[in-house]
């Protein structure tokens, strides 16, 4: 009986040793889990930080705005052809004008 | 104890150890997610800082451009501006030069008034008077300057005599009238009106220019 007891002490020690490296296995299995999900995180940051994502954007606000750059030119052109014609409209009137002050006005 | 006893006893133990494995396990895979998770918030932080720096330099990079084209158009305008009042001038100087030659009666008359608004100016300075004018004006006025003093007689019962001086000054018409001690004179040539009408009336030949409305415009309205 006391040879029995024996084994099986010995038989539930051999259970107990396989039952820590079980959990050895997990913990080991644990920490690969961990690293990888911080490779992977570190991936997904350094490919964030990497991303030209930033100027697709630019290139889209840039062309959203040509156009009233656009808009904004062709007034200040218009408005400049505006007062060449005025100008070139009112020229000899003004020259009679500066003329008669000049000949006759009470200065 | 009993084999099966032994053998339960056995199953407890794996059956733990087994529990605790899939603890470990479910934990770490759980940190695993929440790492993850924590990067991917981070990584869109990132995208979005960048974007937001992005878009912020572009508007300023635009807003550069515009007021650079406005400013490059205000110029332009300011420019052609004061082209045109200087050909207007540069026109009107001509005119002034050629009118004498073409007017020759309508230039006495001018010239008459030119020396009566001089004398307004300094007649509190004297009785005597100088004239200085161009060669072609000393002829003119000579045959209106009796009547210049009469008209003066006429208006304020004061005689006064102007003298003509011999050497012609260069101008393109007009006349500088001084006191005989030449202390006191009157610029009235037409360099110096136009000069005054340059500064005095600037305003006004600006709006003549380039105020108004252009027929298309007034048919529009």
Not at chain 2, 30 to 38: G, M
């Amino acid at each position: 009986m006391a040879e029995l007891a024996e084994i099986d002490i010995l038989s539930l020690m051999e259970e107990e040793r396989k039952a820590e490296s079980l959990i050895a296995e997990a913990r080991q299995r644990a920490k690969e889990i961990i690293k990888k999900a911080e490779d992977e995180a570190n991936k997904i940051i350094s490919d964030a930080e990497k991303s030209d994502i930033d100027i697709k954007y630019v290139k889209i606000e840039k062309a959203k705005y040509a156009k009233k750059i656009e808009l904004i030119e062709k007034s200040l052109q218009e408005e400049i052809d505006r007062v060449t014609r005025l100008a070139e409209l009112n020229f000899e009137n003004t020259v009679k004008y500066i003329v008669k002050v000049v000949l006759y006005g009470k200065l | 104890m009993a084999n099966s006893e032994l053998e339960a006893l056995k199953q407890e133990i794996y059956n733990l150890a087994r529990k605790e494995a899939e603890s470990i396990i479910k934990e770490a895979e759980a940190k695993a997610k929440l790492i993850i998770q924590q990067a991917k918030q981070r990584a869109e932080e990132i995208i979005k800082s960048k974007i937001e720096h992005a878009l912020r330099e572009a508007r300023r990079d635009v807003n550069l451009r515009i007021a650079s084209i406005k400013m490059k158009k205000r110029a332009e305008l300011i420019k052609i501006k004061e082209d045109y009042v200087k050909k207007a001038f540069d026109e009107a100087y001509k005119i002034i030069q050629e009118y004498p030659l073409k007017n020759n009666e309508e230039y006495k008359k001018v010239l008459f008034n030119l020396m009566l608004d001089s004398l307004k100016e300094i007649i509190n300075y004297g009785d005597e008077f100088i004239v200085f004018a161009n060669e072609r004006d000393i002829i003119l006025i000579r045959e209106v300057l009796t009547e210049v003093e009469d008209k003066v007689f006429e208006m304020s019962g004061r005689r006064i005599h102007i003298s003509i001086h011999d050497k012609p000054i260069a101008s393109i018409g007009g006349i500088i009238l001084s006191t005989k001690d030449n202390k006191v004179f009157f610029n009235n040539t037409f360099e110096a009106r136009l000069q005054y009408v340059k500064e005095a009336y600037l305003h006004k030949i600006y709006e003549m220019l380039f105020e108004g409305k252009l027929n298309d415009e007034k048919r529009r309205n």
